[in-house]
């Protein structure tokens, strides 16, 4: 699990980024055929807007472990504490472990902007100056069965168009809210399964004295316990 969750998480920040970058390039049409108009190359405009999620990434992955050092570590550090008798267990967080996030979530937003803004990159810049031209939309399948179409409300017919005309967009939510829902799952199947091994174990262990002790402890006061 601490190898797979932090993958799917990745998958769903690729995700937003995407999104996030779509909607922002898209949103800046003028100002990217201006600076394509004023002779301003390609590879420097994609340049500036990947600095956006390389940001994102960075802080990001810093707040998450200065995050992760003060509130999960102790979090993980008491609930061990409280379920097992380990002496001088501690929990800590190496500075190097901040480098995997920042390089993965860099490779992602670089690669987001990049499937986001290759395709106005290509346009002229009168063109890109101009508001973005509306997608021409086929007919659905669900259409060319007669009598089904007039059935459905307007709103419905709406959200099906709206679905077809942006398909990467609404396979890129999709896959968010799948991924987001395996997760929520697998957290409460854990916690359901944790609670169902203690309760197996209290059942199985059985005692009437239990003696807990320190590393430091002498092995020879150790056998005389045990031998009383």
Not at 58 to 74: D, M, Q, T, W, Y
Not at 141 to 154: A, D, F, K, N, V
């Amino acid at each position: 699990m601490s190898k797979v969750i932090p993958i799917v998480l990745f998958l769903i920040e690729a995700i937003i980024l995407f999104l996030a970058m779509s909607r922002t390039i898209d949103s800046q049409r003028n100002q990217v055929g201006i600076m394509k108009a004023l002779g301003v190359k390609n590879s420097n405009i994609m340049l500036h807007y990947m600095g956006y999620p390389v940001l994102a990434g960075i802080l990001g992955s810093i707040i998450g472990c200065v995050i992760a050092a003060f509130v999960f570590i102790p979090l993980v550090t008491t609930s061990c504490a409280r379920a097992y008798s380990l002496p001088y267990i501690k929990f800590s967080l190496s500075i190097f472990s901040i480098i995997p996030p920042i390089i993965f979530s860099s490779a992602f937003g670089v690669l987001a902007c990049y499937l986001s803004g290759r395709t106005i990159l290509k346009e002229h810049a009168a063109q890109a100056m101009r508001p973005k031209p509306p997608k021409k939309m086929k007919k659905l399948l669900i259409e060319r069965i007669p009598g089904l179409w007039s059935r459905i409300s307007y709103s419905y017919k709406l959200i099906l168009r709206n679905i077809f005309l942006n398909k990467q967009k609404a396979l890129a939510s999709s896959i968010g809210v799948v991924v987001s829902t395996v997760l929520l799952i697998t957290a409460f199947g854990t916690q359901a399964s944790l609670l169902k091994v203690a309760e197996q174990i209290e059942d199985v262990y059985t005692y009437d004295l239990r003696v807990d002790y320190k590393m430091s402890t002498n092995i020879i006061f150790l056998k005389e316990i045990l031998s009383t």
